[in-house]
C-alpha cells in the first residue's frame, strides 16, 4: 500500500504549479525512509508522521529511523496523561512527551539531508558538467549549431542557457534527481535570479556537485591521466562558499597496463584526499573506455585496486564512485558494500540511452 501510495504522491506533486506548497501526514512507514522523495519535490514544505495507534515509545522509535519525518501525534502524544494527575504530575507528563517525540523528529540541516540524500534516494545523477571541449557536441545535439554563437563566451553562454531550461522545467525536480554536477562557470552564473547551486537545492531540493579536473592529459601507459590543478584549493574554497556538495573528477583508462591503471587510482585518491579535507564529496571518475580490447582486465585490476584505496580512507571520508558499466553485471558490489562509498554512479560511456 505504501509504495504504490509514494508513486501516487509523487504523480500529483508533479501536476502541481510552481509554489503551490504542502504538507503530507503519513502513516509511519515499514520501510524506513521510504518517503524521502516527497521531501525532496520543491512543492513539498514537510512530511508530517501520525502515530497511527502506536503506542508513544514504539512510534518515536519509528519515527527515528526516518530521515527528515517530524511527527504529528495526537494519541501517541497524549499518552498517560489523566484528569486524575496533581498539576505537578500532569506537568511531568507533558514535559516527558514532548522531549521523546521533540528527539525523534528528525528535521535536518542541509548539510546533513544532503548527505542522506546522496547516499539513500533513489534516483539519478545528472551530469551537466560540459566544458570547453565537450560543448559544441552538445550543443549541436540539442540544435544549436556553431553559426549560432561566435567565439568562447559566446558558446558558454548557450550552454548555460540550455542547462538553466533544463533545471528551471517543471519536471526536473529532486524527487528523480539526486544530485547535478556542473562545470565551474556554472557555479558563477545564476538561474532564476539566484547562483546556480543555491536555486539546485533551495528550488529543486537537486544536490550540486562541482567538476574540478582541468581536463585529460596526453596518453601514457595506457591511461589519460588528469592535468594539474594549480589553482584547485581556490576552486574549491569556491565550491564550499557557493554551497556546493561535492566535486567530481575525471581520468581514462584506455588499456590494460597495470603502471597506468595504477597511477589513475593513485591520482584519483589523491585529489579525493584534498577535497575531502575541504569539507566535500569526491566523485572518483576512472572511466574504462567502452572500446577497449581488454575492457574487463581493465575493470577487475580496477576494482581491486579502488578497494584498496578505500582501505586507507579514514572512518566518515565518504565517497562516490562514477565508473563505466562494467562487462561482468554486479562487478563493483565490493564497492557499494564499503562503509566509505555514499554511491556508486554507472556514466554511460558513449552508449545510447536505450
Not at 509554489?19 to 519535490?41: A, G, R, S
Request: glycine fraction near 8%; charge should be negative; include cysteine.
Amino acid at each position: 500500500c505504501e509504495r504504490l501510495l509514494l508513486d501516487l504522491l509523487l504523480e500529483g506533486l508533479r501536476q502541481l504549479a510552481h509554489e503551490d506548497w504542502v504538507v503530507f501526514k503519513l502513516t509511519l512507514p515499514t520501510q524506513p525512509d521510504l518517503y524521502l522523495p516527497l521531501m525532496q519535490h520543491p512543492c513539498t514544505l514537510r512530511v508530517l508522521a501520525l502515530s497511527g495507534g502506536y503506542a508513544r515509545e514504539e512510534a518515536c522509535k519509528l519515527l527515528a529511523q526516518n530521515t527528515g519525518m517530524i511527527a504529528s501525534f495526537s494519541r501517541a502524544f497524549t499518552e498517560g496523561m489523566l484528569v486524575t494527575q496533581s498539576e505537578e504530575d500532569f506537568t511531568k507528563t507533558v514535559d516527558e512527551s514532548c522531549e521523546a517525540i521533540f528527539k525523534a523528529s528528525r528535521a535536518l540541516g542541509r548539510k546533513e539531508m544532503q548527505l542522506v540524500k546522496v547516499q539513500q534516494q533513489t534516483g539519478f545523477f545528472l551530469a551537466l558538467d560540459m566544458s570547453g571541449c565537450s560543448t559544441p557536441e552538445a550543443l549541436r545535439r540539442y540544435g544549436v549549431g556553431h553559426l549560432s554563437y561566435s567565439g568562447q563566451v559566446e558558446m558558454m553562454y548557450k550552454m548555460h542557457e540550455m542547462r538553466s531550461r533544463i533545471i528551471k522545467n517543471q519536471k526536473f525536480d529532486g524527487s528523480r534527481v539526486v544530485a547535478a554536477i556542473l562545470f565551474e562557470g556554472t557555479i558563477d552564473s545564476q538561474i532564476g535570479g539566484l547562483p546556480s547551486a543555491t536555486y539546485l537545492w533551495e528550488h529543486k531540493r537537486v544536490v550540486p556537485f562541482l567538476k574540478i579536473d582541468k581536463g585529460l592529459a596526453e596518453e601514457k601507459d595506457g591511461v589519460q591521466l588528469m592535468k594539474d590543478m594549480p589553482a584547485l584549493d581556490d576552486l574549491l574554497d569556491r565550491g564550499v562558499a557557493a554551497g556546493i556538495f561535492g566535486t567530481k573528477e575525471r581520468s581514462v583508462i584506455k588499456h590494460f597496463n597495470q603502471e597506468g591503471i595504477k597511477a589513475i587510482v593513485q591520482q584519483q585518491f589523491d585529489i579525493a584526499r584534498r577535497v575531502l579535507a575541504k569539507g566535500l564529496v569526491p566523485v572518483l571518475e576512472p572511466e574504462v573506455d567502452i572500446q577497449a580490447s581488454d575492457k574487463e582486465a581493465c575493470e577487475r585490476l580496477l576494482l581491486d585496486l579502488l578497494l584498496e584505496g578505500l582501505r586507507q580512507l579514514a572512518h566518515e571520508d565518504w565517497v562516490v564512485f562514477k565508473l563505466t558499466l562494467p562487462t561482468q553485471p554486479d562487478l563493483y558490489l565490493p564497492l557499494m558494500q564499503h562503509p566509505c562509498t555514499l554511491r556508486v554512479l554507472a556514466l554511460s560511456g558513449g552508449y545510447a540511452r536505450e
